[in-house]
């Protein structure tokens, strides 16, 4: 499921930015290039930051940005960003981000096996030092797609 929401074009290797909003403006930015969410979508991840707090940043130094489906979601996706410098969301536990997996999800059940899959593989520190060391967007399709199989 995993490998059906991410596209080789979702996938950002090495991005430089200068802030935490920066970060979730270009991890979005190949989902809304590719009409699986709309500009409001990315507006509403930042403005809920604003509010509540770093709540997408999930574990130590990942960040899984989101929004309500009524807030512009079109399609199940899943893209990957990799920065070049890590930056400070202001979640003190997992700080700072340096891997973001943008997501969107037009339903409520449609994307759960999805992070599922998406949960084994950070996990696994082996997942880390591949998007490390990925050379392209290729590498890590292949990466996932192979546990899938396993």
């Known amino acids: 499921m995993l490998s059906k929401m991410i596209k080789e074009e979702f996938i950002q290797l090495n991005i430089e930015v200068t802030d935490w909003e920066e970060a979730i403006r270009q991890s979005a930015t190949p989902l809304l290039t590719g009409n699986k969410i709309t500009a409001e979508y990315i507006e509403k991840i930042i403005e809920i930051s604003r509010t509540i707090g ?41 700080d700072p981000v340096k891997y ?17 899959e998406l949960v084994e593989l950070l996990s696994n520190d082996e997942f880390y030092r591949m998007l490390d060391t990925a050379k392209s967007a290729k590498d890590i399709l292949a990466y996932i797609s192979a546990k899938e199989t396993n």
């Open 54 to 94: 770093p709540y997408i940043v999930i574990t130590k130094h990942v960040a899984l940005p989101h929004a309500p489906v009524e807030n512009g979601a079109l399609a199940p996706a899943m893209g990957i960003t990799t920065l070049k410098t890590p930056v400070v969301s202001g979640n003190q536990t997992n």
């Open 100 to 116: 973001l997996f943008c997501m969107s999800a037009n339903d409520s059940e449609s994307h759960l096996q999805g992070m599922a």
